[in-house]
Structure formats: structure tokens, C-alpha cells
């Protein structure tokens, strides 16, 4: 009966989650090589990475000071149809850091992080986009045009400006930058046996460039003489977390957490070529916004087994009340609140190896006129797995894998009209360690 009363609240605690799914559409999950193993991170307890996704979860710990590093391989492949070509963007990201830290004494924990909580990474497009190709034929046929005026016979300058238009286009790269790191300082209490409250200051670093070169002649002459349009930006903001782990009943765990709005104002150090202005309708030290939204995490665990830990998490992401501009253009993106939903198990086969599998569906806040044409926001589907090893009783190795299927999303704005996708396949390691 015992086992039956475990299987039976554990499909409960599914079955709740389950009927919600999400994602959003700067702030990043996969902030450790423990999310890879299982994407239902949002009841972890036992282990450093706590801070990252369950910070009252640092109160359940075992007394000690552990240190925890981790880092992601990213294999991607980011992409968008336009007029019947497909750009592509194949830039893999093999540095993708995490740290923790945790002291635990009695019923007290302080603990400080690292991650990367959002931003697309580094992106390299040979040709471009099809959104850059739109962009660069449209002003490179209105100032060609102006400029042959004088030159050539008025039924010739719209067909030259539209070859010569052409020509710039066709030969464009495009490299993007954007990342956004999370500093996370708290502190976690076990106000009872079975309740602990926790509270931490997240400190949000952004850095973004933007290069787009094209060699052709005409396009450095309307660019003050340069082969490229260049710009660099920054900024910084202070936000707040707050969570509570509660266990009603002996094994279940029922976690509730909460990421305030995080204001992020970047700043432009550096605008290269005379159309940056012009793209970007931006001078040097103007300022942009690219604040972190507002996140609602949840989560439900029970060991239904002994050695068996099922679990579901749900993400909510108030991207409504976050202020998001589109530099290219220098629009606020209007985005929907985006959620997401994970379920895993981790099961420890031993004392030594401990098993992890897990799924996550993401429904991403993009529309059909606001996402990001660069590193598209897209629903998704993904599923993880992988294994933690004990070599010793004070240090855990760990190594995960998550593949993620992303569907397709139509795009149109200012005349342009894009297919977008995206396949991305992760891998990670990480170890922890336990000082004292």
C-alpha cells in the first residue's frame, strides 16, 4: 500500500504540471550541465546547482562547503528562408560557463553563482540574413538611386539602382554577439523542519556587437568609406529572487520561486559606419533597453522509490512587462508572456552512478511580427539524459546531453517576410566538490 500511496501522489504531481507548458524569449534555463541530465531542475536540493534554479532548495543541503563548475557545448544551426534562399548561421559555442558556490551550517546557507541568463551567443552568418538582405537593398537603392540621378537618364536609375542595390546585398556578412551574464549573492534558513525560505540579489552584466562587413564599392561609399557597420554595447541592472521549499508530507517537495524584473539599460561605446546611425537611428552613448522579464518558477518532486526522484517544473515568463528593443529599427519588441514545462526522474542506480532522463515543452512569446531575426524564438520540444559519477565520496562528475526540436515560425515586418528555424544539440560536463 505504501508504494501504491508513492505511485499514485507522484502521477498527481504530474499530472498537475503537466497540463502547462513553456518558454522565454531572452532569459535562458539551461544554466547547468544538470539541466542537460533532466530539464526539471526546479525542486534540485541536493547538489550546488540549487542556486541556479531552487535558491531555498540551498536550506535542504547537507552541512558542508561545496563548489560547483560546469560548461556547455553548443552545436547550432540558426536559419531563415527569404526569396527562395536559406541563410544560415553554423557558429558553435564550445564556452558556456557555470560556478557555484554553497556553505551550509545547521539551518543556515549562503551561497553566490555564475551563469549565462541570457542573449543568443556568437553568431556568424557568411551571407548574412534574409532580414539584412531586405534591410541593405532597400537603403542601398535609395541612395544609388539619389546618386545616379544627375548621371544617368531618368528611365535607367530605378533598373541601375536596383542592380547595383543588388549586388551589395548578395555579398554581406553578418556577425552578431549578445550575452547576457547573472551574478547571484543570498542566503536560504530552514525556518522548519520542513520549510525554508530564501532571498538573493542577482546582478545582470550585458555586452552585444553587431558587424556587418560588405566589400563592395558602392556600399563603402555610402558608409563614410568603410567596408563595415559596427556597434558595441553595455549595461548592467540589479534584480532580486525570492523562493520557498516547503514538504507537506514526508518525500514530496513543492517549491515556489519568483525572479523580479530586472532593468537592463545598454549603452552604445561604439557606432562604426555612417549607416549605423542610420539602421540603428542611434548615436554613440545612446541607450537601449534589454531588460530580463519577471519569472514565476515551480516545482514538484517525490521519491517514489527509494532510489527513484520523479519531478515536474514550470516556468512562467512575464515578458509583458519587460521593455525589449529591436536595435534594427530601434522598436520595442511586443512580445506575449511565455511559459514551459519539464518532467524528469532521476534514478541512483547506486552509490556511485545516479541516472538522469527528462523532457521539456517550450511555448515561446514570439509573434508572426516581433522575433528575434538573428537567434529566433521558437516553440520547442526537448528531451535530456545523462549520468553524475562518485569517484569519491567528496567529488561528483557529471556529463549530460540535451536535443531540442524547434518548429518553424513565419516572420513578417517592414516588407520582409522569413521562414525561421533553428536545431540545436547540447552537451555538458561539470563537477562538484565538497570542501568540508
Not at 558542508?64 to 557545448?73: A, E, M, W
Not at 519588441?333 to 545516479?354: H, Q, R
Request: aromatic residues 12%.
Amino acid at each position: 500500500m505504501k508504494l501504491v500511496s508513492r505511485i499514485i501522489i507522484g502521477t498527481a504531481a504530474f499530472a498537475a504540471a503537466v497540463s502547462v507548458f513553456a518558454g522565454g524569449v531572452d532569459t535562458k534555463s539551461n544554466l547547468s550541465t544538470g539541466y542537460l541530465r533532466n530539464p526539471s531542475r526546479n525542486t534540485e536540493h541536493e547538489r550546488p546547482e540549487a542556486v541556479l534554479y531552487n535558491i531555498a532548495g540551498t536550506g535542504w543541503m547537507d552541512n558542508g562547503l561545496y563548489f560547483d563548475v560546469g560548461n556547455q557545448f553548443v552545436f547550432k544551426t540558426y536559419s531563415d528562408d527569404f526569396n527562395g534562399k536559406t541563410y544560415e548561421d553554423n557558429k558553435n559555442v564550445l564556452l558556456y560557463p557555470n560556478a557555484e558556490i554553497v556553505f551550509k551550517a545547521d539551518r543556515l546557507a549562503v551561497f553566490g553563482g555564475f551563469d549565462v541568463a541570457g542573449g543568443g551567443g556568437q553568431l556568424s552568418y557568411n551571407d548574412g540574413t534574409g532580414a539584412t538582405w531586405g534591410l541593405l537593398y532597400k537603403q542601398a537603392a535609395k541612395k544609388i538611386s539619389d546618386a545616379l540621378k544627375n548621371k544617368v537618364a531618368a528611365g535607367l536609375v530605378s533598373e541601375q539602382a536596383k542592380k547595383l542595390a543588388k549586388a551589395i546585398a548578395d555579398n554581406h556578412s553578418l556577425d552578431v554577439y549578445s550575452v547576457t551574464y547573472g551574478f547571484i549573492f543570498g542566503g536560504a534558513y530552514k525556518v522548519l523542519d520542513n520549510l525554508s525560505v530564501s532571498a538573493a540579489a542577482r546582478v545582470l552584466y550585458g555586452h552585444q556587437t553587431l558587424e556587418l562587413k560588405c566589400a563592395n564599392s558602392y556600399f563603402k561609399q555610402f558608409n563614410g568609406g568603410s567596408d563595415r557597420v559596427r556597434a558595441e554595447s553595455f549595461g548592467a541592472g540589479l534584480g532580486g529572487i525570492f523562493g520557498v521549499q516547503w514538504q507537506p508530507v514526508y518525500d514530496l517537495d513543492v517549491v515556489v520561486q519568483y525572479k523580479t524584473l530586472t532593468k537592463l539599460k545598454m549603452k552604445y561605446t561604439t557606432l562604426d559606419g555612417t549607416l549605423a546611425a542610420t539602421v540603428l537611428q542611434a548615436e554613440e552613448g545612446d541607450k537601449f533597453n534589454n531588460d530580463m522579464p519577471p519569472e514565476l518558477n515551480l516545482g514538484v518532486g517525490y521519491r517514489v522509490l527509494d532510489p527513484v526522484y520523479v519531478s515536474a517544473s514550470f516556468n512562467w515568463y512575464f515578458n509583458s512587462q519587460a521593455t525589449i528593443t529591436n536595435t534594427v529599427g530601434a522598436t520595442n519588441y511586443d512580445y506575449n508572456d511565455s511559459w514551459e514545462c519539464a518532467l524528469g526522474v532521476d534514478w541512483a542506480v547506486n552509490e556511485k552512478l545516479t541516472a538522469s532522463l527528462g523532457g521539456l515543452y517550450s511555448k515561446s512569446g514570439a509573434t508572426k511580427t516581433d522575433n528575434n531575426i538573428f537567434a529566433p524564438v521558437l516553440d520547442n520540444m526537448a528531451v535530456g539524459t545523462g549520468v553524475e559519477v562518485k569517484p569519491m565520496d567528496r567529488l561528483t562528475l557529471t556529463a549530460g546531453m540535451l536535443y531540442t526540436k524547434y518548429f518553424t515560425k513565419g516572420y513578417e515586418n517592414s516588407g520582409i517576410s522569413l521562414d525561421l528555424n533553428k536545431k540545436v544539440l547540447m552537451f555538458s560536463i561539470g563537477a562538484a566538490f565538497k570542501a568540508l
